[in-house]
């Protein structure tokens, strides 16, 4: 994959290559500055999109080809899915190559994409045919909301505050409020604002801390 100024058309860097020559996903930085490669391998590499030079990787989450590649709004996390007969998503720190969390996966273990809600702090696990969608927590892995019972969804979008997500199902795009489907503990959280750690556990012994809690 060479790397091209789209003004003058002038290669400003590569050939681009990590495994084999194939490279089935790529994503840019929402600052445009790296650029993220999914190979068949299964293995994701970072690129300076300015010079080709790799910055980080190979990254590698199973064997499995990477069908999806998406970065967090504020450029820090990459969230990856990788194929197979359990597709599963793994999030990683873009700058450190620190596995963040996962695998996630849904209840029958597929995901063929990801969507981040607004702010990065939701993720949607959005599954093949006739498989749940779960929204998730992707600095924790812990599960949100969901699942929602769903047909044939192949993308999915956030909501500009996070409470909706838009699904193409079918074909159809249906939103869905996630508010129902909420953690109960992430509505009290914010509702009461910040709450330290040791009284939380007086309260809700045996239940982590959600985030908005924090």
Not at 4 to 14: K, W
């Amino acid at each position: 994959m060479q790397l091209s100024d789209l003004r003058t058309g002038r290669s400003i860097g590569g050939p681009v290559r990590g495994d084999s020559g194939q490279q089935p996903e790529m994503a840019f930085s929402p600052d445009g500055a790296r650029l993220a490669t999914g190979g068949a391998d299964g293995t994701v590499r970072l690129w300076d999109s300015r010079t080709g030079q790799l910055l980080l990787g190979p990254l590698k989450g199973n064997e499995y080809s990477v069908v999806d590649l998406l970065f967090s709004p504020d450029g820090k996390q990459l969230a990856v899915v990788n194929g197979g007969s359990r597709a599963i998503a793994w999030m990683w720190d873009v700058h450190s190559g620190r596995l963040i969390s996962g695998p996630l996966n849904s209840p029958e273990g597929m995901v063929s994409a990801v969507a981040f809600g607004p702010d990065g702090a939701l993720l949607a696990a959005i599954g093949g045919i006739n498989q749940p969608v779960l929204v998730w927590n992707p600095r924790n892995g812990a599960a949100v909301a969901g699942p929602l019972a769903v047909s044939t969804v192949t993308t999915g979008a956030f909501s500009p505050d996070g409470r909706t997500l838009a699904l193409n199902e079918d074909g159809v795009v249906r939103l869905w409020d996630l508010w129902p489907f909420r953690n109960p503990l992430t509505h009290l959280c914010q509702r009461v604002g910040s709450i330290s750690a040791e009284t939380w556990r007086d309260m809700v012994p045996g239940e982590p801390v959600p985030d908005p809690c924090r």
